[in-house]
């Protein structure tokens, strides 16, 4: 299994920018998805999470109501679309394939991970 991510950049606070997690070697249906993050000099840290059949969604609390998760299931691509961005979202942000049916925001249930993608919203 393998996962791209893209669409991180430079942002202003209060923009927006659509990651993507391009999904090779599984269908999006077989696992539960997710998107972490790490600031700089910060442990990593859930973001965002989709269940594997139903598509029950999860939030951390610092994004819920900006950020939406969902999935494409045609392009098997998960999608995080994050909306009035703010300077305390800049991280590198990775998507992961984990257990499915199981909503685990702790990233030892994740097995798969893609490379990162870099959002970096100033001031």
């Known amino acids: 299994v393998q996962l791209q991510a893209s669409g991180g950049g430079l942002v202003q606070t209060g923009g927006s920018l659509r990651l993507s997690c391009v999904v090779s070697?599984?269908?999006?249906?077989?696992?539960?998805m997710a998107w972490f993050r790490q600031p700089p000099g910060k442990e990593r840290e859930w973001v965002s999470i989709?269940?594997?059949?139903?598509?029950?969604?999860l939030y951390h609390a610092s994004v819920k109501g900006r950020f939406t998760i969902s999935k494409d299931n045609a392009k098997n691509t998960v999608i995080l679309q994050m909306d009035r961005l703010k300077p305390e979202d800049t991280a590198l942000y990775f998507c992961?394939?984990?257990?499915?049916?199981?909503?685990?925001?702790?990233?030892?249930?994740?097995?798969?991970w893609g490379q990162g993608t870099e959002v970096t919203v100033s001031s």
């Open positions: 992961a394939a984990g257990i499915p049916r199981l909503l685990a925001t702790s990233a030892g249930y994740y097995d798969y």
């Open positions: 070697g599984a269908e999006l249906g077989s696992h539960t």
């Open positions: 989709i269940a594997s059949s139903d598509g029950t969604t």
